[in-house]
């Protein structure tokens, strides 16, 4: 398999001095694309700070991350964000749907920022909202929809420019056991055609659905094995 990711010896050090925290202290992982990984730990562990970084939503205080071997650890905002639009998508436990567009509105967004026109935009749009079923609720405010219905537009939206990489931060942590088990079968079927899934989360169950399982404790990686 295709490395994707390649993360050497990074640390994240909060507060540098007596009272510093290590948020990543020394993490190496290799990531390879059509993977699906799932990254767990306890509250505190640095899963977020991990999801920050593989997003290149913040930089490291050291160590170097690979990009398709790109090396994207100290590059400035603007090229970050570049980049994360181009090869990210993310769901987020929140949703972080903005309220006063509808299903539509909400995953073309991302496409505007990408410079693609209107009528490709909602093409893409309406095809990522049949994926995740949808289709009978793209007019439909945030405000209109169950939870489950708002974090498919999520997942949606993540999906919708076919990013080489997904990353969830607990993407199931505000929702009931069956929109849970759906949001994982969607997961599940992205993974299937091809897509790198990496999944933050502190819950087990979550945990044995992906393919591999990697343990944070203080910031280390603990443990990193295969699903049977
Ligand atoms: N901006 C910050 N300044 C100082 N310390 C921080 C900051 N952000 C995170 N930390 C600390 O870094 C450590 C890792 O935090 P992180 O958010 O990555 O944990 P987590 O595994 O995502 O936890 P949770 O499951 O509660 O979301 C924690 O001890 C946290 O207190
Ligand atoms: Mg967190």
Request: aromatic residues 4%; charged residues 25%.
């Amino acid at each position: 398999m295709e490395e994707l990711i390649q993360i050497k010896d990074m640390y994240k050090i909060y507060n540098p001095g007596q009272d510093e925290v290590r948020a990543l202290d020394g993490v190496d992982l290799i990531i390879c694309e059509g993977e699906y990984v799932a990254i767990i730990g306890q509250s505190g562990s640095g899963k977020s700070t991990l999801m920050n970084m593989l997003g290149c939503l913040d930089v490291p205080t050291s160590g170097e991350y690979y990009l398709h071997r790109q090396n994207v650890a100290q590059l400035k905002d603007n090229e970050l964000a570049h980049i994360r639009n181009k090869e990210i998508g993310f769901i987020f436990q929140g949703f972080n749907l903005i309220a006063n567009l509808d299903a539509m509105g909400n995953v073309e967004l991302p496409l505007t920022y990408r410079g693609i026109g209107k009528s490709t935009r909602q093409k893409i749009a309406r095809q990522a909202l049949y994926t995740v079923g949808l289709e009978k609720r793209m007019s439909h405010r945030p405000s209109e929809m169950s939870g489950g219905q708002q974090q498919r537009v999520a997942v949606a939206r993540a999906i919708a420019a076919k990013p080489p990489v997904i990353l969830a931060d607990e993407p199931t942590g505000n929702l009931d056991t069956k929109t849970t088990k759906e949001i994982m079968t969607i997961l599940k079927e992205l993974n299937d055609a091809g897509r790198t899934i990496i999944v933050i989360t502190h819950d087990d169950e979550i945990a044995e659905q992906a393919d591999r399982v990697i343990r944070l404790q203080d910031g280390k990686i603990m443990e990193d094995y295969t699903n049977q």
